[in-house]
């Protein structure tokens, strides 16, 4: 007979042979758990995972001044190109909606290019155009580098504006007929007066230089300019017929919309609608 014994203390299991012929001899399987193995020696440090970095070499100042302009010149060339600019106005055409004059300091506008990505300039409008060669005398515009260059100098005093960009009110669009002028001298748009408040006539009287009655060709905008017997404008320009004074919606570069420089004149400018009563 066997039996089997559990200590707690051991886990030693011993096996009693039963009577018999003959002794057999007894065994015993021990399952006592291993030895921990020994800790490595104190004085050796395990080598770390990871090597320290090299520390970087700063970079001279002139270095990074480089790209810092860098950086910004081409930010002002990215905002300049797809969202607004901002222009000079060289003459008095706008008077007194925008300054322009001898002896003044001239306006400088921010013009933005995003809303018309969404709709076709409309009548009240003052914006920014480039001049078609009849408005032009065939003086063709600078390149893009040269006239992005010519902007950024402009707007800081330091070169003249290209003199291939214009800006004026839209007065009419494509469809519309235009014509000068009623007993109030007022011009007519489809035959009905328009509401001019922003008109500059100066110390003179309220009368303006008539011009033939024109069609506004499809694709195409009349323009004028608030100071209206002192602006060369759509009136003007009208070679071989009155029709081409119009100038082609694809010429426009922007919306004008607010006066930055000088800061005494900042300011919000007006797209009073002339053919509604602003509304």
Known sequence: MSHRVNDDSSSTWETTPPSGDGPEP????????????????????????FSKKKAKKKQPF???LLVIFG???LLTVVIQTFIARVFVIPSASMETTLHGCTGC?????LVEKITYLFRDPQPGDVIVFRGP?????????PGFVQGTLQDIGSMVNLSEPSGTDFIKR??????????????????????KPLDEPYINFGPGPRQQDSFEKVTVPAGK????????????????HGDPTPAD??????????KARVIVIPVGRWGSISDHNPQTGGR
């Not at 905008?221 to 003007?236: P, Q």
């Open 26 to 49: 007894a065994s015993r399987f021990s399952t006592s758990s291993p030895s921990p193995a020994a800790p490595p020696p104190q004085d050796e440090e395990p080598e770390p995972r």
């Open 71 to 73: 950086v910004a010149l």
């Open 105 to 109: 300091v001239n306006d400088k506008v």
């Open 62 to 64: 002139w270095k990074e």
């Open 245 to 254: 004074g119009a100038i082609p919606i694809d010429n426009v570069v922007g």
């Open 133 to 141: 060669p009849n408005w032009t005398g065939g003086k063709q515009p």
């Open 170 to 191: 839209v007065i009419a669009v494509g469809g519309q007929t235009v014509e000068c002028c009623d007993d109030k001298g007022r011009v007519l748009v489809d035959g």
């Open 221 to 236: 905008l009349w323009v004028m300019g608030d100071n209206r017997n002192n602006s060369s404008d759509s009136r003007k």
